[in-house]
């Protein structure tokens, strides 16, 4: 009775997810590899802004570099409304365009011959869209600080760098580097991405010029400006001495020094757990902003206002989501899966948010054991809704479930207890961050890799958990000293072992759609709670 009421449940998440999932052409433009954007393949930005936070108006312009992998004369550069382009030009010529929503397409003049780096410089102004539930939304969030000085920052995660910037919005082409050059009022400070290269004064402006030296994916690209005061340090890591820079509003120094000694916690945790920190050259920052947080690329954004936990939550339940600063600790996990190892499409997102939820267990894992890292991991199941499946629609710029953090960290949970051998694991975790190394990369990508590094097939393990909401259920019944069990709510083939403890002895068994039975040797039966699992005495 309980089955059928779970599938006709699903049926009907299935049948409002259709009605839900109409796409139009606008999403096609944003989401998909259009005909006018993979022909050409980017390779650098210079990207000049002036900011205005008093008018909440920007001005500046793009010059985008990029090879020709195959001729054409029409080029699609996004950029959002109601910003708009003033002006493109290639080798100072202008060029006519027309524009479907933020997508615009300009005409070319000049032959574009495969092999060929040509440079397109577009010119662009306006007010850009407010962030209203920054980092959710996304835009510019404009805000004071205590001293009543414009405090303003960007964020644009899924809805796309293009709301405050002109670019090819896409996560399948990440630009190979980038200079970021921001004019802001005299007395405020801009902070973004990389290094600063340059400081330069006008009349009333001053000029900040940083400079990205890796690879970084277009919504990681920030402007963070404030009267900001700055300290450092440097943290001996896995690659040498890494620069580990602080940007904070002047009132929040003395509590800054205090919170922000969970970086190098943090870097020690994941540089055991995934790899050397990926951005050596662009350095690592922490910068204060209006809003939550946001893992930007080697600049990432702190708003948990100086508490530990999720502004001062505990997400899981358990006392140990107040052990650490969540800000600092995921984002922080970000650089590696997010900015390290990158969605070509945001239906995969999961390999950002899962690998990251997981990684706060695993810093707990580090610094505080075992134990605490599984309580962790296991009281955040709470947060699971189980509604739709973690993998998204594919071309639409549309993500997945909101499970992607919280399941997908039991998921991967999990995956370790199957393995039962940590070592490997971690070799799994940090090969994973070598193989895929400055990448952009599919679900497939992820799956193949594991499968073939931890020799399982795990092909119905991901389907299972990433393709489907179904949550599978071991049913069970114990008679005397035998077991009968099998799964139910499982996707073809599934047949994932279990452990489970006879009279507190471990012992596993190996269930799949079929009834089977085992001999107990023992009286008390329990299930490992660490796998994520439902279980069901019938
Ligand atoms: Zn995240």
Redesign the pocket.
């Known amino acids: 009775m309980k089955r059928k009421i779970v599938l006709s449940l699903m049926l009907l998440g299935i049948m409002t997810g259709v009605s839900a999932q109409m796409f139009t052409q606008l999403d096609t433009l944003r989401g998909s590899i259009t005909p006018e954007r993979e022909w050409w393949d980017v390779s650098y930005y210079d990207l000049n802004l002036n900011v205005d936070p008093e008018a909440e108006y920007i001005s500046g312009f793009n010059r985008i570099r990029y090879k020709v992998l195959k001729e054409a004369d029409v080029i699609q550069i996004d950029l959002q409304q109601p910003l708009r382009i003033d002006e493109v030009t290639q080798d100072n010529q202008p060029l006519e365009f027309t524009s479907i929503g933020p997508a615009h397409f300009i005409k070319l003049k000049k032959k574009q011959s495969k092999g060929d780096y040509n440079e397109l410089k577009v010119v662009y102004s306006g007010e850009p869209r407010k962030a209203v539930r920054a980092p959710w939304d996304g835009g510019f969030s404009w805000s004071r600080d205590n001293n009543n000085l414009p405090f303003a920052a960007t964020s644009c995660q899924g809805l796309g760098a293009s709301v405050w910037w002109p670019n090819k919005d896409h996560m399948y082409d990440e630009v190979d580097s980038m200079r970021i050059s921001v004019d802001v009022p005299k007395n405020l400070m801009n902070v973004s991405n990389g290094r600063l290269i340059d400081t330069s004064e006008g009349d009333t402006t001053k000029n900040f010029t940083w400079f990205v030296s890796n690879p970084i994916n277009n919504y990681c690209v920030n402007v963070n400006i404030g009267d900001y005061v700055h300290f450092g340090e440097k943290y001996e890591g896995e690659k040498g001495p890494l620069d580990v820079d602080y940007y904070v509003l002047r009132d929040n120094l003395d509590k800054a020094k205090e919170q922000f000694k969970q970086t190098s916690m943090m870097l020690e945790a994941f540089e055991h757990w995934f790899g050397p920190y990926p951005f050596y050259e662009d350095s690592f920052k922490l910068v204060e902003v209006p809003y939550l947080g946001m ?1 930007h690329q080697s600049s990432v954004t702190y708003g948990n206002k100086y508490q530990n936990g999720y502004l001062g939550r505990d997400l899981s339940g358990s006392g140990w989501g107040l052990k650490f600063d969540f800000i600092i600790i ?1 984002e922080g996990g ?1 650089e590696w899966f997010a900015n390290n190892i990158t969605y070509k499409d945001i239906a995969d997102m999961w390999i ?2 899962a690998f ?1 939820a997981y990684s706060e267990n695993l810093y707990l894992d580090y610094h505080y054991g075992t134990k605490a890292s599984a309580e962790y991991v296991i009281g955040t199941r709470k947060n699971i809704r189980n509604d739709r499946p973690i993998i998204g629609p594919y071309n639409v710029n549309k993500s997945g479930s909101g499970d992607m953090y919280y399941k997908g960290a039991n998921m991967l949970h999990t995956l370790r207890q199957l393995l039962e051998d940590d070592k490997l694991w971690r070799a799994v975790l940090r090969g994973l961050n070598e193989e895929f190394y400055h990448q952009t990369v599919t679900t497939e990508q992820i799956e193949n890799y594991i499968s073939k590094k931890t020799k399982k097939d795990l092909s119905a393990f991901f389907n299972q958990y990433l393709r489907t909401a179904m949550i599978p259920i071991l049913e069970y019944k114990k008679e005397g000293d035998t077991l009968r069990y099998r799964y139910v709510d499982i996707v073809q083939d599934f047949d994932m072992p279990i452990r489970l403890f006879v009279d507190g002895k471990e012992q596993w068994i190996y269930p799949n759609a079929e009834w089977k039975t085992e001999k107990l040797k023992g009286a008390t039966l329990v299930f490992d709670e660490n796998f994520y699992v439902e279980t069901e005495q019938i």
Do not use: F, L, N, V
Request: glycine share 0%.
């Open positions: 893992e995921h970000h950002h948010e990251t």
